[in-house]
């Protein structure tokens, strides 16, 4: 069984605030019962922390999101995002860009419908405004 400890998500602020909740994890092993508890440590991978470059393409894409009638965030989180490691590396990253939703890779995830249409309008206006 894997668990997952809260705090590990969104809205964590820093790398080194995993390093206090990854030692706590620890005082769950050991045996009780007949039942043994292991503890080990999963991939990890690092925050994704916005950096001026990165910033940059969000103001880009916040203002096509503007003219198409929406609004978008940013924000620093946790989670398995591969933008996660190229925004470590400094190579400026966009993520999220993706339809709204919720349960993220697990059994009761959903998708907002209605979403759909404005983000692929604004994968629309970045592919078509922007020189790659």
């Known amino acids: 069984m894997k668990v997952r400890l809260p705090g590990f998500g969104a809205g964590q602020q820093r790398q080194g605030d995993l ?21 080990e440590q999963g991939p990890v ?17 916040r203002a096509i999101a503007n003219a198409t009638g929406f609004d978008v965030d940013h924000g620093q989180f946790g989670g398995g995002s591969d933008g996660n490691t190229t925004s470590a590396l400094g190579t400026p990253t966009l993520d999220g860009l993706g339809p709204m939703g919720e349960g993220a890779h697990a059994a009761s995830e959903q998708v907002i419908i209605s979403s759909i249409p404005a983000r692929a309008a604004l994968l629309d206006g970045i592919l078509r405004e922007w020189k790659f």
């Open 19 to 39: 390093s206090g909740r990854k030692g706590a994890a620890t005082i769950l092993a050991g045996e009780r019962d007949g039942v043994r508890v292991e503890v």
């Open 45 to 61: 991978r690092p925050l994704f922390t916005p950096h001026p470059a990165t910033m940059a393409l969000y103001t880009r894409a």
